[in-house]
Nanobody
Framework: HVQLVESGGGSVQAGGSLRLSCEIS????????YGWFRQAPSKEREGVAL???????SYPDSVKGRFTISRDSTKNTLYLQMNSLKPEDTAMYYC????????????????RGQGTQVTVS
C-alpha cells in the first residue's frame, strides 16, 4: 500500500506562510487522487486541497486563493503552499491518497500520513 510522510509544519504568525511536504512511497497509483486535509481538536475533518486523477485541482472556499497544492512526480512528493495564514487554519494537517469520486474531498481519502501540526497565532 502507499506510505505518506508529512513534514514542514510549525508555528507562524497570522499572515505568514508555510509549505508542507509529503513524501509518497510504496504502491503508488497514478490514478489515485492526492490531497491534504486538516483536523482541529473537536472539529470535523476538512479537506483543504485535492488533485483529482484527471489533474483537476479543487479547494474549499475557506482556503481558495491562499493555499496551493502541487505534486512533483519525479520526487514522489506532494506539497501544500499556505499563504496568508489565519488562526483558524490551526490544525493537524494530513497528506492523503486514494481512489476518489469526481466530487470527493481530500477528507474522503483513506490512506494518510501521521500528520504535521500547523499553529497560527
Amino acid at each position: 500500500h502507499v506510505q505518506l510522510v508529512e513534514s514542514g509544519g510549525g508555528s507562524v504568525q497570522a499572515g505568514g506562510s508555510l509549505r508542507l511536504s509529503c513524501e509518497i512511497s510504496g504502491y503508488i497509483m497514478s490514478s489515485y487522487c492526492y490531497g491534504w486535509f486538516r483536523q482541529a481538536p473537536s472539529k470535523e475533518r476538512e479537506g483543504v486541497a485535492l488533485i483529482h486523477n484527471d489533474g483537476r485541482i479543487s479547494y474549499p472556499d475557506s482556503v481558495k486563493g491562499r493555499f496551493t497544492i502541487s505534486r512533483d512526480s519525479t520526487k514522489n512528493t506532494l506539497y501544500l503552499q499556505m499563504n496568508s495564514l489565519k488562526p483558524e487554519d490551526t490544525a493537524m494537517y494530513y497528506c492523503a491518497a486514494d481512489w476518489c469520486w469526481p466530487d470527493a474531498s481530500a477528507a474522503d481519502l483513506t490512506n494518510r500520513g501521521q500528520g504535521t501540526q500547523v499553529t497560527v497565532s
